[in-house]
């Protein structure tokens, strides 16, 4: 009998790798590539690419520029870009108002709080007590579709410093999804996903972030003077930056170096799970941070920011290295940025530039207070996040007061509040968008979640957050003309230079009609020509 059951499973063994090799080899003659690899770059800037050109290597940023479909200005279109809502762009061909993924967070106004857009209690973490899932992103992505089209049999994979990125970069049907837990500075993942991988098991045991934290510091890679168009000031105190006390593990992700703990990760599960060397095409999804550095001591952060893109040609380098030595030509790689939002820094006032404060707390307390002086007493707002107003609705509906009437009122107040531009009703954005502003706030809000005022703060103004918080969060209002990229990088694609923009919802179908796969369920667009 037990001879039998080893007869049997020799059989099974063999068929399977009769029906591996066959795959394999069909994948090949139809010059489909057996590795995918999309790699995000938070905040990646043109104009920094050409600036440091000098100072890269051949086989990193140079190669891709040289070698692949270099798209000069992705255009995002869309209300608030952050890294997670442009990461559900790029890899859905879809903007927030289809995806649901609007930022980072989503406001509660029943329990009167803010969380993680992707938290989900339903599910536990490996390695962290974060509970996180997929399930927010409301679409298909280039990772569902292409293991779907493997009918499951290929391996996709997503990496990233954030939890949130990783998970939209892995998608719905992904077998893994890793990033780097802020509290213990382990590679975690969910439960959502299936497999942990010895190589990340493996990464946390030999190599842990934990045992070398206090031990890091990121200091110029090059000499001070080297680092072009640098003021003079900064060239007399290069920085040092060391990862000390409760948020070192945060003040590390948001470091170049972190970087290269994402890399290093990436070439162990390229090697050690064999992806592209297998009976199916796989896919491994890998974000990196070029965004400027925000604990940075100086206002002035140039340093730092050429720092990162000198830094991250090597990792990009040393990744495009790896893959070379596993699957040759038979890679399919595209980068691409999240788009330029930076506005951490406020302007110094000794520079005389307009400016303000505009408290949320302030702001909500008179509209309420107009509000009743109008219908009566009540709370008639509910609440405040990310420059939206959330309106009491059950207290209308008890009034018997139509919502709408008491959104236009309460807009018409807001338009005449200090440093308000404009207030938008959710009226105006979902029926009548009339107009550049609204065109992009109709595609940045969902209906779901979607406030009932939204705030226009004037630029050069400051935002305080101080309704909910002990610790106010304040940032200044600063709008960003920045031309930021996406590269193809592919054997079968012929390199070219694209200069004029380009809508950033095309990466998808276009990365899709290359690999001869459906498009995300929610890409309408229709994809280049390359």
């Known amino acids: 009998m037990r001879k039998k059951k080893q007869v049997n499973r020799l059989i099974s063994s063999v068929i399977f790798s009769l029906v591996a090799l066959s795959a394999l080899s069909q994948a090949a003659s139809n010059g489909r590539p057996t590795l995918i690899v999309g790699i995000t770059i938070d905040q990646l800037r043109s104009d920094y690419l050409q600036l440091l050109q000098s100072h890269f290597g051949e086989n990193g940023f140079k190669r891709l520029m040289r070698d692949g479909v270099y798209i000069e200005n992705a255009v995002f279109r869309i209300a608030d870009a952050n890294k997670i809502t442009s990461t559900a762009l790029l890899y859905s061909g879809a903007f927030p108002n289809v995806t649901g993924i609007t930022g980072e967070k989503t406001y509660d106004k029943t329990a009167n709080k803010a969380s993680d857009i992707f938290n989900d209690p339903k599910y536990i973490g490996n390695t962290t007590d974060e509970t996180y899932s997929p399930m927010a992103l409301k679409v298909s992505t280039l990772s569902d579709e292409l293991r779907m089209d493997n009918n499951g049999i290929g391996c996709v994979y997503a990496i990233a410093p954030d939890p949130q990125q990783a998970l939209i970069m892995a998608g719905h049907a992904a077998n893994g999804a890793f990033w780097i837990n802020s509290e213990t500075g382990k590679w975690a993942s969910t439960t959502f996903y299936k497999e942990f991988p010895s190589a990340v098991m493996l990464r946390n045991l030999n190599h842990p972030l934990s045992s070398r934290i206090d031990t890091l510091h990121w200091t110029p890679a090059i000499s001070v003077n080297d680092y072009p168009d640098i003021p003079l000031h900064r060239t007399l105190f290069p920085f040092k930056y060391s990862f000390t006390g409760t948020g070192k593990y945060e003040q590390f992700k948001s470091s170049p170096l972190v970087n290269e703990e994402v890399t290093s990760l990436a070439v162990d599960c390229i090697n050690d799970l064999k992806l592209g060397k297998r009976a199916a095409v796989d896919m491994l999804n890998v974000a990196y941070t ?95 996040f990310n420059e939206q107003i959330y309106l009491n609705d059950k207290l209308a509906k008890e009034k018997n007061i139509p919502i709408e009437e008491l959104r236009a009122k309460s807009g018409e107040f807001l338009r005449r509040m200090s440093g308000v531009n404009e207030a938008y009703t959710f009226d105006e954005i979902l029926n009548n968008p009339v107009g550049e502003n609204l065109e992009c706030l109709h595609r940045s809000v969902y209906n779901e979640t979607a406030g009932d005022i939204y705030l226009e703060i004037a630029p050069g103004w400051t935002v305080v957050d101080d309704l909910h918080s002990q610790n106010p969060q304040s940032k200044q209002i600063r709008n960003n003309a920045v031309n930021t990229p996406i590269f193809i990088l592919s054997p079968d694609v012929e390199p070219q230079k694209i200069s004029t923009p380009i809508d950033a919802t095309l990466l998808a179908p276009t990365v899709a009609r290359l690999l001869r796969i459906r498009s995300p369920n929610a890409a309408r667009r229709m994809p280049l020509a390359l």
Do not use: H
């Not at 000198?310 to 040393?318: G, V």
């Not at 790689?333 to 939002?341: E, H, L």
């Not at 009743?372 to 609440?383: D, L």
């Open 290 to 384: 070029a965004a400027p550095y925000p604990y940075a001591e100086d206002a002035d952060r140039r340093i730092e920011l050429q720092d990162e893109y000198i830094r991250l040609d090597k990792e990009l380098a040393r990744l495009f290295a790896t893959i070379d030595s596993t699957v040759g030509k038979n890679a399919f790689i595209f980068v691409t940025s999240t788009g330029y939002f930076d506005s951490t820094f406020a302007t110094e006032p000794r520079f005389n530039i307009p400016t303000g404060e505009f408290s949320s707390k302030k702001a909500v307390s008179l509209l309420n207070m107009y509000l009743m002086a109008i219908y009566g007493n009540g709370n008639w707002v509910s609440g405040y």
